[in-house]
């Protein structure tokens, strides 16, 4: 059984930053890619970003490009997500997740595991 525990939300003014921090149990860590997801009130769960096996390759939604930096560290079983620039329409639930495969994918069908989410709050 895999557990995900994502760390490092909270309040911040818009323009700053957040790190959010994912940290897998289990031993395979580095052999799945991962990704990060989102979850607004009254909205579905939209894909953020995501991250192969090996690190190598990275994708993001458009609304975060440029702005969110997706990065792991296969030593720590952990997977981050750097957030600068913040808008308030940033504001969710952010969860991550374990793909079943080690390529990196923003389809959230190919995630089979979750955490239980971390409240990002952006305020203007």
């Known amino acids: 059984q895999v557990q995900l525990v994502e760390s490092g939300g909270g309040l911040v003014q818009a323009g700053g930053s957040l790190r959010l921090s994912c940290a897998a149990s289990g031993r395979t860590f580095s052999n799945y890619a991962m990704g990060w997801f989102r979850q607004a009130p009254g909205k579905e769960r939209e894909s953020v970003a995501a991250?192969?096996?090996?690190?190598?390759?990275?994708y993001y939604a458009d609304s975060v490009n440029g702005r969110f930096t997706i990065s792991r560290d296969n030593a720590k079983n952990t997977v981050y997500l750097q957030m600068n620039s913040l808008k308030p329409e940033d504001t969710a639930v952010y969860f991550c997740a374990r793909s079943s495969y080690n390529t990196a994918t923003l389809a959230q069908y190919r995630y089979d595991y979750w955490g239980q989410g971390t409240q990002v709050t952006v305020a203007s």
């Open positions: 991250i192969s096996a090996s690190g190598g390759t990275k």
